[in-house]
Nanobody, 123 residues
Framework: QVQLVESGGGLVQAGGSLRLSCAAS????????MGWFRQAPGKEREFLAA????????YYVDFVKGRFTISRDNAMNTVYLQMNSLKSEDTAVYYC????????????????WGQGTQVTVSS
């Protein structure tokens, strides 16, 4: 079992930046591919970015490319999402997720989820 706790959300003006963190515990963090998702009110959860267990491979959906950066620190058991040039449409609850993997590759399916952190972007 992996426990995930997100932090770093808050209120920011459009054009601003936030860095989300997701602290993992319970298992060997470096065995897990990690991802970030978000869910806005009335909308389905959407996938944003993924990172392989070493951090050497990353993936982004098109609408965050160039604005969001996923990274991880395996020594700190933490994955990050740096968000720049935020827009009002980025307002959502942001979730991190984990999946045990063998190969050093990103995953698009996840088994463990955090409780989420609210990001609100004011225009």
């Amino acid at each position: 079992q992996v426990q995930l706790v997100e932090s770093g959300g808050g209120l920011v003006q459009a054009g601003g930046s936030l860095r989300l963190s997701c602290a993992a515990s319970g298992r060997t963090f470096s065995n897990y591919a990690m991802g970030w998702f978000r869910q806005a009110p009335g909308k389905e959860r959407e996938f944003l970015a993924a990172i392989s267990k070493s951090g050497g491979v990353t993936y982004y959906v098109d609408f965050v490319k160039g604005r969001f950066t996923i990274s991880r620190d395996n020594a700190m058991n933490t994955v990050y999402l740096q968000m720049n040039s935020l827009k009002s449409e980025d307002t959502a609850v942001y979730y991190c997720a984990a999946r045990f993997v063998g190969a050093d590759m990103v995953s698009y399916e996840y088994d463990y989820w955090g409780q989420g952190t609210q990001v609100t972007v004011s225009s």
